[in-house]
Nanobody, 118 residues
Framework: QVQLVESGGGLVQAGGSLRLSCAAS????????????MAWFRQAPGKEREFVAA???????YYADFVKGRFTISRDNAKNTVYLQMNSLKPEDTAVYYC????????WGQGTQVTVSS
């Protein structure tokens, strides 16, 4: 059974930073984790879930325009973990953040709440 567990969210003032982590488990997922493109998504209240950033199997990354230059995605395949370093946070970054495969989504985890105060 695939399980994605996000952590690291919290309340931060505008301009602050947070580092999110996402640990993946489950036999099939764990054994193939290094081959997957992994991504972070977010969902703000009343809005649809949206793509934030992704990292391919070879380490190449790409970002949504609204986080370029502020967020950095990385991965540790030995730990089956993906990270999202978020700097220069803005109130509009407030959302629940989720990780998953970039495509062919596994069951979603519970996410981690990020709240940025102005």
């Amino acid at each position: 059974q695939v399980q994605l567990v996000e952590s690291g969210g919290g309340l931060v003032q505008a301009g602050g930073s947070l580092r999110l982590s996402c640990a993946a488990s489950g036999r099939t997922f764990s054994s193939s984790f290094s081959t997957y493109a992994m991504a972070w998504f977010r969902q703000a209240p009343g809005k649809e879930r949206e793509f934030v950033a992704a990292i391919r199997w070879n380490g190449s990354t790409y970002y949504a325009d609204f986080v370029k230059g502020r967020f950095t995605i990385s991965r540790d395949n030995a730990k089956n973990t993906v990270y999202l370093q978020m700097n220069s946070l803005k109130p509009e970054d407030t959302a629940v953040y989720y990780c998953n495969r970039k495509t062919d989504w596994a069951p979603w985890g519970q996410g981690t709440q990020v709240t940025v105060s102005s």
